[in-house]
Nanobody, 118 residues
Framework: QVRLVESGGGLVQAGNSLKLSCAAS????????MAWFRQAPGKEREFVAS???????EYVDSVKGRFSISRDKAWNMVSLHMNSLKPEDTAVYYC????????????WGQGTQVTVFA
């Protein structure tokens, strides 16, 4: 069973930066893609950023130019560099993995809290 563990969340003042990390273990395959989602209080979980095996990245419009997703070659670690943070970025951030041949995000981490205060 694939295990995803997020880290790096915390309390930060608006305008500052945080780096989230997702450690992926117990894999026997290379992912099709990995991603970050977030869920703010009272809201649905939303897509934030993804990175595919071919290196292609996608971002939700609200974080473009501020957030950057990256991974190591072995897919052991996926990071989300978050700059110029805003209070509206406050949420629990989740790491997800898409298995090749699937049509859904198959595996999820437990989440890490990011709180941005003005």
């Amino acid at each position: 069973q694939v295990r995803l563990v997020e880290s790096g969340g915390g309390l930060v003042q608006a305008g500052n930066s945080l780096k989230l990390s997702c450690a992926a273990s117990q894999r026997t395959f290379s992912p099709y893609a990995m991603a970050w989602f977030r869920q703010a209080p009272g809201k649905e979980r939303e897509f934030v950023a993804s990175i595919r095996a071919n290196g292609a990245t996608e971002y939700v419009d609200s974080v473009k130019g501020r957030f950057s997703i990256s991974r190591d070659k072995a897919w052991n670690m996926v990071s989300l560099h978050m700059n110029s943070l805003k209070p509206e970025d406050t949420a629990v951030y989740y790491c997800a993995l898409w298995r090749p041949g699937s049509d859904v995000w198959n595996y999820w981490g437990q989440g890490t809290q990011v709180t941005v205060f003005a």
